[in-house]
């Protein structure tokens, strides 16, 4: 038997729309020949570039150990000696020709008066422009995979899935989907697709790291007694905890289903939904854990309950 496999894989695509020259690359033209210098927690110093700061971890390129990404929970001082973008958590945006700081508070002068900041208010370093409120930020991914099987019985297998996003400071759209399409002996033996569509709208104040959004699923199976089924629901989502060893976010919301079944009439119902996603690095070594769990909870009929649980670990193979 021959057989033969064709996989194609596009990495993840980025794209940045914005007018203005980014602050990374105004900051980057004043640069200086003195490295960035970091001092951790631990009594380390590195001695570097610092290439941005977001979500409370510091990419720093340093001469000694390459590219390393740091907590900024881990960092007892830090001075840049060039000219710097800092946005803080609260929203503010500053311009600096040199920054340093330790553990002990700063003072920064604002239209109000002096405020206290500290390293870990920091939300960003040289925050791309989507940022700042100015374009929108992209991102997507592709995979394709294609088998084919040839001998006394031919096969083809083309498996597929795909995702992509949009946001800006205010609201964040999402689509993703997969599926497959086998055949065997010029007879179709599977053929499933599923797509999920989501818009979130950003809270602010007191809400702040929640959002209310909505979403529709659409999922059909030739080959399986469910048909198809559809989902139209509404949610609240909010990020209880954001720190690199634990992330949790949780979406409980209201959904409408249908249902189209073999052999049966099309069958509707209100649901209870949620979504939860838990994100972990306490295994270290560079492994990062990732639990995700959607749940659809039929109102008419609580022995029906839908769930699909994934959890993925990932790890280096090379640290």
Known sequence: MRKSRLTLIFGTVFFL???????????????????????????????????GASSGKISFKSKSVGLVIIPIERVVRIRIPKSVVIKFLDGRVIRVPEFEAGLDPFEVITENGAEAYSLIDIDAINPEDWLLGRGIHSTGKVRLSWEKQSGNTEQNELDYNFNASWENLKLRWKIRGEGELHSASNEKTSDKFTIVGKTDRFLTGHQKGSHIGANILYETDEFSELKSRYILGLYYGKQWYTSPKFKFLFEPGVAFVGENRENKDKETYPALSWEIEINSNLLGL??????????IQNLDNFDDIILNTLLVIQFPLIS
């Open 17 to 51: 729309f914005g007018n203005a020259m980014s602050p990374s690359a105004m900051a980057q033209e004043l640069a200086t020949d003195e490295p960035t210098r970091i001092e951790l927690n631990s009594g380390s110093i590195l001695l570097g570039d610092i290439s």
């Open 286 to 295: 560079g492994t990062t854990t990732t639990l995700t769990q959607n749940g």
